[in-house]
């Protein structure tokens, strides 16, 4: 961490003297470790753990400096969520998607938006396999693959179809930009998109999304709350984020 910190040190920031600056930064360092870790926890085992607190540790730096106490939001919330950012972040950058996992992802997509399209309903699994020309167990294969392979982001929804990963920015930046005038309205109408499209999950889906992300639990915990297998879970999960990324791609156009 201490090189991580080094990168930045010499920048000023808004609300701290730089002793001020190194001391919050010393005491919110355990974030860190203990956000890279809840990550790490849900991801393949080839990923570098100390690539992921490398990157939380340059969140924390861009906390701190960023810090506003007039906004109403204590330091460690704040650092926490920069943190968790700026790890999310690094990984996205990683793009570990071959084009084959992408053809799979993009196959789905496509048909879920046709049979939603066609039933006014949410998409079951079983109408995915069938749409998709496969057996149930092998759409089941294909979600956990996906899976394993890579975080699937939402963020990711607007790079151009043929995943070009040097095209475009991430959602989140365009909308992070404290230059932006409409940027508190981009957000509102963000907020507004991401509700309805998780309202138009199955209750299943839903429960996965808000434990995952909300709650923060791992795949293996929500499963014994669900009394499903992980696997079962990952699967629930990969398919819920395609059909987020579908009816956001949807927005956007």
């Not at 046709?114 to 995915?128: M, Y």
């Not at 995952?212 to 929500?222: A, F, N, R, S, V």
């Amino acid at each position: 961490m201490t090189s991580a910190y080094g990168k930045k040190m010499g920048k000023g920031c808004r609300h701290f003297s730089l002793s001020q600056r190194e001391a919050m930064i010393r005491k919110y360092a355990y974030l860190v470790k203990y956000i890279a870790g809840r990550v790490a926890s849900r991801l393949p085992a080839n990923v570098a753990f100390d690539e992921l607190v490398s990157a939380g540790s340059l969140g924390l730096i861009d906390a701190v400096d960023k810090f506003d106490p007039e906004k109403g939001v204590g330091l460690k919330t704040y650092a926490q969520y920069r943190i968790k950012g700026a790890i999310l972040d690094e990984l996205r950058s990683m793009d570990w998607y071959s084009r084959s996992m992408r053809k799979k992802i993009q196959d789905v997509e496509a048909a879920v938006k046709r049979i939603e399209a066609r039933e006014e309903r949410p998409s079951t699994d079983i109408e995915v396999a069938e749409e998709l020309g496969v057996p149930l167990e092998k759409y089941y294969k294909n979600l956990s693959d996906i899976h394993s392979a890579a975080i699937l982001s939402l963020d990711a929804c607007i790079r151009n179809d043929d995943g070009d990963e040097g095209s475009g920015s991430t959602f989140s930046e365009g909308i992070r930009s404290e230059d932006d005038p409409s940027n508190s309205v981009m957000k509102k109408e963000l907020k507004h998109v991401l509700v309805d499209a998780i309202g138009r999950l199955t209750e299943k889906e839903q429960t996965v999304i808000s434990l995952y992300y909300y709650e923060e639990m791992t795949l293996k915990e929500i499963g014994k709350i669900m009394d499903l297998t992980e696997s079962r879970i990952c699967q629930i999960h990969t398919q819920s984020l395609i059909k987020l990324r579908s009816r956001i791609r949807r927005y956007q156009s």
